[in-house]
């Protein structure tokens, strides 16, 4: 990582979740470590009737919460995105490509039309999470073409 990333401090409290998602994986075990590669911490462990793990709680950040659960995965079902918090998706998206397990992908960072750089990563299971980072250099210009582009009933917030 490079010596501009500030790493999401994880909050290891346990509170009601105001959104989580569920990823079927096939191995539990090397999801979770494939998550921790990703910057994820095991919270918890809920064992099932076969003394096996029935679900994994990972988090990431505060509001930055997978659940794994074994089970057959369907490839390309799942996406969810989370913001990167400060941490350094180049210096992620090295560490990754460099002990990706067989199966994995990691694509980016790279720019969006909407001012972010977005880091793809597909897990072995083929579920899907973006990390995501606003272009701060260019605030002012996402701000304007927010206003200039959008459609809705939404508040423009710097």
Partial sequence: ??????????????????????FQVADIAAATAFYQAVGFVSLAVIPGPDG??????????????????PGKPERGSTTVSFLAAGQDLAGLAAALRAAAPAGARVEGPADTPWFTSDLTIDDPDGNRIIITARRDAETARAMEWARDTIQGDFVVEN
Wanted: no cysteine; aromatic share 4%; proline share 10%.
């Fill in 52 to 69: 096996g793990p029935a679900v994994v709680h990972l988090r990431r950040t505060r509001n930055q919460d997978l659940l794994l659960v």
């Fill in 1 to 22: 990582m490079s010596e501009n990333d500030t790493a999401p401090v994880i909050d290891r409290t346990i509170y009601p979740m105001p959104m989580f998602a569920t």
